[in-house]
């Protein structure tokens, strides 16, 4: 059974940085693309980033481009999400997921991850 331990959450300051970890199990993390999503209260779920196997590939939602960045550790079975400039819009639970398989088609689809984490919550102040 695969698990994913998000961790890096808290409170902050609109302007500031925060970087979110996500640890996973098992002993083929490097074999699935990752994904990072949110959950805001009274919201759906929604896409933030996605990242590939070997990190060669990344995508972001137009929400956070350019001030979020998503990467991996393959040897640490880690995925990060640095998140700066932060905006009080971004206030959320934060979710880490696996993916299907080496990339994600639909990446900003939900039902394209397997796995997922318990989240960890963003507060952002203004």
């Known amino acids: 059974q695969v698990q994913l331990v998000e961790s890096g959450g808290g409170l902050v300051q609109a302007g500031g940085s925060l970087r979110l970890s996500c640890a996973a199990s098992g002993r083929t993390f490097s074999s699935y693309a990752m994904g990072w999503f949110r959950q805001a209260p009274q919201k759906e779920r929604e896409f933030v980033a996605t990242?590939?196997?070997?990190?060669?590939?990344?995508y972001y939602a137009d929400s956070v481009k350019g001030r979020f960045t998503i990467s991996r550790d393959n040897a640490k079975n880690t995925v990060y999400l640095q998140m700066n400039s932060l905006k009080p819009e971004d206030t959320a639970v934060y979710y880490c997921?696996?993916?299907?398989?080496?990339?994600?088609?639909?990446?900003?689809?939900?039902?394209?991850?397997?796995?997922w984490g318990q989240g960890t919550q963003v507060t952002v102040s203004s």
């Open positions: 997921a696996r993916g299907r398989g080496l990339f994600v088609s639909a990446w900003y689809v939900p039902s394209e991850y397997a796995y």
């Open positions: 990242i590939s196997w070997n990190g060669g590939n990344t």
